[in-house]
């Protein structure tokens, strides 16, 4: 999803590479409710030598990270109210004997997203994916039980899309079922704008919580169940 698109918004921006190696962004969580917190390399021209790694704190826990070395690619938590963000951006060498004139630059987001269904609000706006075909693999979920606290739980998987234009969010299914030991999810598919080479691609999304406990987690795409998998637990 896209900076400033209804439900999501950029709270902060920042980027490595020939800006420097490495970027701290904040963010506090203001209002009532939780929110996704995104964050997302929204263009990149790093050379191909260098990778762009990604976490995300929770007041102070590290709770998602990943590599967001290519456009669109992204991580993401969902932060109570009040909660604290930080996200350590830091550009690293991958050492495959690459060489470029220029390192180039990853510019990075951090969009604070509503936790609400996007397909109910957003299915007629222009940029936003519906099909009933959509390709997933490699799901997993766990609750991280180790010390120190708090406890953990996280869920990441894959999901195919036409092109490398195509984001991927992962939500929080409104409302939830009756069984609030099963975890609703959805996937949200949305293009951005401009002209985008037509292969296909997977996209690698994920979704954390503080204190989430859980015995399994089911995967929609819009009334679509994509995927039903068991909650293991860390200890």
Not at 56 to 74: H, K, Q, R, Y
Not at 89 to 117: H, K, T
Not at 127 to 151: C, E, F, H, L, Q
Not at 188 to 207: A, D, E, N, T
Request: hydrophobic content about 40%; proline content about 7%.
């Amino acid at each position: 999803m896209s900076a400033d698109s209804g439900a999501c918004s950029s709270v902060a921006r920042g980027g490595v590479g020939e800006s420097g190696a490495s970027a701290l962004l904040i963010h506090s969580i203001k209002g009532p409710h939780s929110k996704m917190i995104v964050l997302r390399n929204v263009e990149s021209s790093l050379c191909p030598n260098t990778w762009a790694l990604a976490s995300l704190f929770v007041n102070g826990t590290p709770m998602a990270s990943g590599n967001i070395s290519t456009e669109g690619s992204s991580i993401q938590v969902e932060v109570s109210a009040g909660g604290s963000v930080a996200a350590l951006i830091q550009a690293v060498p991958n050492f495959n004997r690459v060489s470029c004139v220029r390192l180039g630059e990853a510019s990075i987001d951090l969009e604070e997203c509503d936790l609400v269904s996007l397909s109910r609000t957003n299915e007629t706006q222009a940029g936003v994916i519906s099909t009933s075909n959509i390709v997933t693999r490699d799901w997993y979920a766990w609750n991280n039980t180790m010390p120190p606290k708090p406890d953990q739980f996280h869920l990441v998987g894959e999901v195919q899309v036409p092109n490398p234009g195509v984001d991927v969010v992962l939500l929080p299914r409104i409302p939830q079922g009756i069984n609030p030991r099963i975890l609703l999810m959805e996937i949200h598919l949305h293009q951005r704008p401009g002209i985008w080479p037509q292969f296909v691609v997977w996209k690698p999304v994920s979704y954390s919580k503080v204190n989430g406990d859980y015995d399994s987690v089911r995967v929609f795409h819009g009334n679509d169940l994509v995927v039903d998998t068991p909650v293991e637990v860390v200890q």
